[in-house]
């Protein structure tokens, strides 16, 4: 579960307060980007250290265990300690299973929780738990991916509702999407199992005004079988294990048939 977290850091080098307060703001950006803390923290600043407020992405996101290189050289400057001062009341609890039988990248637009999601609890994986990818040493792809589709799905919602954002949800041979399952095959190179990409409703829209929406029966891709896995999952999941496809059949978009 994520947790409010303060992390204090004392300097062991004379700086003005302003250089050393931007050089906290780059490893609280570190730890974002190597997915210790999200990204959203407060920094006060004392006669003799810096407090940073952060929310953390799981119990022991913050152990020195989990750091990559460039925060280890970053924090060669400070003495630094943390404390865990309660939970999150806003979140869950995250996947603590021992073992994944396959995976899922889903973006939430509402939220900066990870994107990876466990098959078998349905609850999402911290990136500490999750590899790097590519010639990574941080998790910049996954992260780069969730703020550009968030950014989409905003405009599209928020915005003018046009063709093109609507496209780059659901169509999977947009770009977005395309991008999308490059990190879903270089990830399952990375833990030997399934990765499955989330895919916007291709049918249709969201709502139950667009007549057009119908329940998926089929891969929208391969036009192969899906299989319906219900378990853990809020709404109806179907896999397509060919196309490493995932979809959500929603109740919204029952309904929607239902009156027709």
Not at 27 to 38: A, F, S, T
Request: aromatic content about 10%; charged content about 30%.
């Amino acid at each position: 579960m994520y947790k409010i977290a303060k992390i204090t850091f004392k300097p062991l080098i004379e700086e003005r307060k302003e250089n050393i307060a931007e050089k906290i703001e780059s490893i609280l950006h570190m730890l974002y980007l190597n997915g210790q803390i999200i990204k959203e923290w407060i920094i006060e600043t004392h006669d003799e250290y810096f407090i940073a407020t952060t929310i953390t992405t799981d119990d022991d996101s913050l152990d020195s265990k989990y750091y990559n290189d460039y925060i280890r050289k970053e924090i060669a400057d400070f003495e630094i300690s943390f404390e865990i001062i309660c939970d999150e009341p806003s979140s869950t609890d995250c996947c603590h299973c021992d073992d994944h039988s396959y995976y899922i990248l889903a973006i939430n637009p509402d939220d900066s929780s990870s994107p990876i999601i466990c098959g078998d609890c349905g609850k999402e994986i911290p990136l500490i738990r999750i590899p790097y990818l590519y010639q990574e040493e941080e998790h910049l792809s996954i992260l780069d991916f969730q703020s550009i589709y968030k950014a989409v799905d905003t405009l599209w919602m928020d915005g003018l509702s046009d063709r093109f954002t609507k496209r780059q949800i659901i169509d999977y041979k947009s770009q977005l999407n395309k991008a999308g399952m490059d990190i879903c095959t270089e990830l399952e190179k990375k833990v030997g199992k399934p990765v499955y990409y989330l895919l916007g409703n291709p049918i249709g829209g969201w709502y139950e005004f667009e007549k057009n929406n119908k329940v998926l029966t089929s891969c929208p891709k391969c036009s192969g079988e899906i299989e319906k896995c219900g378990g853990h999952f809020d709404s109806d999941l179907n896999l397509c294990h060919e196309c490493r496809l995932a979809f959500i059949t929603h109740e919204m978009i029952k309904k929607a048939n239902d009156v027709e």
